[in-house]
Structure formats: C-alpha cells, structure tokens
C-alpha cells in the first residue's frame, strides 16, 4: 500500500479536485483507493457526500473519532469502522477497482488544539513518546488497513498543523498541486524547509522509542499546475514564467525536476458542477470539447501519478 499527502500551504489551488479525480481514475483502472479527509473545511468529503447525508454520521463516522480516541486513550477503537464504501460513483468503476472515503469533520481543527496540550510536559523522554505517539496516530490506524487498500490519497488542509504533520509521517510520497503564480514560487520552499526539519525532528525522537516510532523518509512524488490557462496545448506566456520559476526552485532543492508534464486547465464551469453531482469530472459523462480535454488531462495526470508510485 502506498500513501500519498497532498499539501500546499496555500488555499484555492485545486488540491481537492485533484484528490477526488486522481482517486477516482486510479479505482477505474482496477486500484483499491482511500481517500482520507483531513482539511476541516472537508471539501472532499461533500464532493461525494451529500451534506444531509453526512450529518446523520458526523458524530460517530469522521477521522475526528480517530483522533478524539487517542485523546480519550481508547486503544480499541477500529479505524475501519469510518471507511464510507457506498459512495455513489461506485457504479462507474467497473470490476476490480475500489473507491472508499474516510471523511473530514467541520471540528476539526479543535482536535489539533486538543492534542498540542499533549505534547507539552514531563520529561524530555517523555514528550519524545507523547510526540511519536500524536505524530503516527493517523500512520498507525493506515497500517491496519494495508491488505485492503493499494494506495491511500489524504487530502491535507492549507497549513503545517499538528493533523497535516501526521499525513507527513503516514506517507510514502508528496504531491503539491499549486497554481502557476508568485506566491507558489516561493511557497514550495517553505513547504520543503517545513517538512525536512519536521523528518529530522522526528527520526531523532526515534532514537528514544524506537519501539514507538520507525525513520520516515517521505518523498516528492512532484508538483502538478492547476488552473493553467492554455494556449496551443502551453500555459500562456505570464503564467510559462512562473512554472519556469517553480521548475528552477525545486530542482535545486529535489535534486531534480519533479514538476509533472501534466497540467490541468482553468474551468471553473467543470469543477465547479461535479462537487454537486457528487462525480468528479474523470468520471463524468457530459459531452463537448471543453469537457473531453478537461477529462482527459485528469486520466493522464492519474497515469502518471500512477506510474511515478509505482501503483
């Protein structure tokens, strides 16, 4: 099982569009696929749950329970108990694929306030064992599901929160959609600095509990553009710049270029609907151009997502 964080500070880029297509195009060709919710404003959750839907089960069926279990040392509690399977795409994915979702909860941020008291007091060995224990929460419950599901998609919120730090630790890869402007030329480096002290950090408490805690070692899966207004195929010329900035920043900081050669283009009219229908775009049926181009974009990211993975 492989599991996938994808994360950018900034908010508006497209981060759970790309999440609720790439989950969906996999579990079409044949993958099992969870997607997890982590972002409060669980935007994922409401692009395949109707919200009256999701109000009959928000206090016993979201990842907030997984969380407020450890705040409430119930070491019992089955993480597999909040897999949501009855999703109603289910009936476009053929054979073989599957599409399950673990959803966000409005409150959740307050389950990030709840679980820094944790980490402060006693002593140094101490808070070492509270750190691995809050930080591989989400890691731990994950493992338990590896023979059901052959990769796993957490949509993070737009922050470096105690929650987002748990997908870092949970995950195999990082994938960071973003938009082609300035502010996400100089976003990503932040992000990288973030996530190698945040590593550092927690391999070293490793050290004092490595019955607690294993070395993680996240890696860049790549940078996808969202929102590219295309010409001929090509971003159009103000926008070029900025992926060529992009390109240079994270080539020094990767060691190589990981921005994919897939991009997905600027509608709104799109995107926009499917949340609604509760289909993603690369699942739906609507007809036209436009349509087909977008759709076709998301199978080809999907593909080579896929293929980077090793899925």
Not at 151 to 160: A, E, G, H, K, Y
Not at 235 to 255: D, F, H, M
Request: charged residues 25%; glycine residues 8%; proline residues 3%.
């Amino acid at each position: 099982m492989k599991t996938i964080s994808l994360i950018n500070y900034k908010g508006g880029v497209g981060k759970t569009t790309i999440t609720a297509n790439l989950g969906a195009q996999l579990a079409r060709t044949g993958l099992r696929v969870l997607m997890v919710d982590l972002d409060p404003q669980t935007s994922l959750t409401f692009s395949f749950i109707p919200q009256d839907e999701w109000n009959q089960f928000e206090k016993t069926k979201t990842i907030k329970n997984w969380f407020d279990a450890h705040i409430a040392q119930d070491d019992g509690f089955d993480i597999a108990s909040l897999l949501l399977t009855d999703l109603k795409v289910k009936a476009l994915l053929g054979t073989g694929g599957r599409l399950s979702l673990i959803s966000s909860h409005l409150n959740l941020i307050n389950v990030d306030l709840d679980l820094a008291q944790d980490l402060g007091g006693g002593s140094d060995r101490t808070r070492s064992l509270n750190f691995l224990k809050i930080y591989g929460r989400l890691k731990l419950g994950l493992q338990s599901l590896k023979d059901q599901f052959d990769v796993v998609l957490i949509d993070c919120p737009p922050n470096f929160n105690i929650v987002t730090r748990t997908a870092i630790v949970a995950s195999d890869y990082v994938l960071v959609p973003t938009k082609a402007d300035y502010l996400s030329t100089i976003g990503f480096e932040g992000l990288a600095a973030n996530i190698q002290r945040f590593k550092d950090d927690y391999n070293k408490r490793c050290l004092d509990w490595p019955e607690h805690g294993t070395k993680i070692d996240p890696q860049w899966l790549g940078i996808v553009f969202t929102m590219v207004n295309l010409r001929l195929g090509e971003p159009i010329r103000n926008q070029k710049g900025y992926v060529e900035a992009v390109i240079s920043v994270v080539t020094r900081l990767a060691g190589k270029d990981i921005v994919f050669d897939e991009y997905v283009r600027e509608n709104k009219t799109e995107h926009a609907v499917a949340p609604e229908e509760g289909i993603p775009v690369v699942l739906g049926s609507r007809q036209g151009e436009t349509y087909r181009a977008v759709r076709q974009e998301l199978v080809d990211l999907a593909n080579a997502v896929k293929g980077r993975a090793g899925l």
